[in-house]
């Protein structure tokens, strides 16, 4: 099982800010893309940005790109996602898991709980 902590999601309003970490091994770490996933109510999952292991490349979103940044701290063994300019389209439950796809993340059963971000006054 490959299931990551996250943790971070709090209600915040219109225009502000949060930050998701995202807790897992040095191993997965080492080895594995982390991507940051999110599902509001009534819509499917889907994808929001993904770091790569060895090089690090970044993929975003169109609908989060120049609002969120995705980073790893490899002392501390996470991965942070810094949203900033929150909307309440943003309001979703937030995943994180070792595979940049959500069809992948769904085959391997990477799902862990999730943390609630609310945007809302």
């Known amino acids: 099982q490959l299931q990551l902590v996250e943790s971070g999601g709090d209600l915040v309003q219109p225009g502000g800010s949060l930050r998701l970490s995202c807790a897992a091994s040095?191993?997965?770490?080492?080895?594995?893309?982390i991507g940051w996933f999110r599902q509001a109510p009534g819509k499917e999952r889907e994808e929001v940005s993904c770091i790569k292991s060895g090089d690090g490349s970044i993929f975003y979103a169109d609908s989060v790109k120049g609002r969120f940044t995705i980073s790893r701290d490899n002392t501390k063994n996470t991965v942070y996602l810094q949203m900033n300019s929150l909307t309440p389209e943003d309001t979703a439950v937030y995943y994180c898991a070792p595979a940049c796809s959500v069809n992948i993340a769904t085959m391997y059963n990477y799902w862990g709980q999730g943390t609630q971000v609310t945007v809302s006054l």
């Open positions: 040095e191993f997965v770490l080492k080895y594995y893309p």
